[in-house]
């Protein structure tokens, strides 16, 4: 339906969720390790965590007092290399 392609496109259209996936891409990280990346309050990371959770592209799993963010299945790492090929001939 299209209402589902929009709300997936407007999810990882957010400059810092994107940039949250590029790092998840490279490896699975916790919350502190993509705050310090990207340079970002916690509760900012936090809340677009949610989103991308939200939308089924990341997922979380607790590993001893850490919750540990990763990219749900390699469609969403296919769907990113497509949206950087486009976007050299694109924009």
């Known amino acids: 339906m299209v209402e ?9 259209g ?4 994107y940039r949250i996936l590029q790092l998840l891409k490279e ?3 916790c919350v502190g390790e993509i705050m310090e990346s ?3 309050e916690q ?3 936090s809340h677009h965590l949610r989103s991308l959770r939200e939308c089924g592209l990341v997922e979380k ?3 001893g007092r850490k919750m540990i963010y990763k990219i749900t299945d390699p469609d969403v790492l296919e769907f990113m290399e497509k ?3 486009l976007s ?3 924009c």
């Not at 589902?4 to 496109?9: F, I």
């Open 88 to 90: 050299k001939t694109k």
């Open 27 to 29: 490896r699975e990280r």
């Open 14 to 17: 957010s400059e810092i969720r």
């Open 4 to 12: 589902e392609e929009v709300n997936l496109l407007k999810c990882v």
């Open 61 to 63: 799993e607790r590993k």
């Open 43 to 45: 509760t900012l990371i």
């Open 83 to 85: 949206v950087k090929e």
């Open 38 to 40: 990207l340079n970002k």
